[in-house]
């Protein structure tokens, strides 16, 4: 659930009251209505922290993800998702490769007073949640690392454009087993251009967030660093409260990722492209030259 900052809001008691409300908008044939446009359920695919998520058929039968808030509360949270997600969009060809990184809103719609946007649906793509929970006891470093870098690059093309995301965590990036390519997701929480502080928190992470978040100081890019870096403790099997790590995993990443695990965010690397670069530079020493390894999830039936 997400905890308003600084609010005490129970938005849980609300959800498990609604719930059929769910069950009557998938069975809905006429669904979500923009205009002379309707999304259509299909199926409900996850519950985030502030909305149920659902697939979706579009207009032109393209399939869509559609982000219904539970609670008008929340509405706020929503909305800062759709004012955020355009300002990724490229704006020069040379960001085009990294916008691969970012969800695409389609648009944001009012639903019986409840905000929805609606997004691409990345089919095939698992959350860095689902692999913790598919791997508790984490996963080998070198299926880690891609993970990591991939993170990097899609946060740090954010911050190029002066956003932090300020929620970095586990079922918000979402990485493909194949492609190796990353998503990440869940832009409600994000501020540009350090004009306020993170305004809610996610209470079942609150260990990944660094002690500025609920101080409710201004976010910078450490911010979100020291998030990735909490991703790759829990992703390496290590305790996402005491950092501490397996021995399998090598001493040379684990001093690594403790230095964006450092408490005062001045202290932290704040460049997520350098992290990137010096990233590279590490495993060339732990494993030397690179090389594919598809991951896998266990086979669900
Ligand atoms: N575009 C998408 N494609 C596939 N799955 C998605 C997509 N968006 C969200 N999800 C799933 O829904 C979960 C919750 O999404 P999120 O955006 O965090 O919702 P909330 O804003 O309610 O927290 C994600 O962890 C993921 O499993
Ligand atoms: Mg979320």
Request: proline share 6%.
């Amino acid at each position: 659930m997400a905890l308003k900052v600084g609010n005490t809001i129970d938005i849980v008691t609300e959800s498990r009251k609604a719930i059929t409300v769910w069950e009557k908008l998938i069975a809905d044939d006429d669904g979500i209505i923009s205009g002379t446009r309707s999304y259509v359920m299909v199926e409900a695919l996850n519950e985030g922290d502030i909305c149920q998520v659902f697939k979706a058929t579009g207009p032109n039968a393209e399939t869509v993800v559609a982000k219904v808030c539970r609670h008008e509360a929340d509405n706020d949270l929503v909305e800062n998702e759709a004012r955020i997600i355009p300002k990724l969009n490229p704006t020069e060809a040379k960001e085009e490769a990294f916008f691969r990184y970012i969800p695409k809103l389609v648009e944001s719609v009012p639903w019986e007073g409840l905000q929805v946007n609606i997004i691409t649906y990345f089919e095939g793509w698992v959350s860095l949640a689902d692999i913790l929970k598919a791997y508790p006891a984490g996963i080998d470093f070198k299926d880690a690392a891609w993970m990591f870098k991939r993170t990097l690059a899609g946060v740090g093309y954010a911050h190029t454009k002066n956003i932090v995301h300020g929620a970095v965590l586990p079922p918000h990036v979402l990485v493909h087993p194949i492609q190796h390519g990353a998503k990440i997701l869940d832009w409600s929480y994000a501020v540009e251009n350090g004009e306020r502080h993170i305004s809610a928190m996610s209470t079942d992470y609150a260990a990944y967030y660094p002690p500025e978040v609920g101080a409710k100081e201004i976010p910078t890019s450490a911010t979100d660093i020291f998030m990735i870096a909490k991703c790759m403790v829990a992703l390496l099997g290590g305790n996402v409260t005491t950092n501490a790590m397996p021995d399998a995993v090598p001493k040379a990443l684990q001093s690594y990722l403790l230095d964006s695990l450092q408490e005062p965010y001045r202290m932290r690397p704040k460049d997520a492209w350098d992290l990137h670069g010096s990233f590279d530079e590490l495993l060339k020493i732990i494993v030397g030259k690179s090389k594919y390894r598809p991951f896998a999830m266990p086979v669900t039936t």
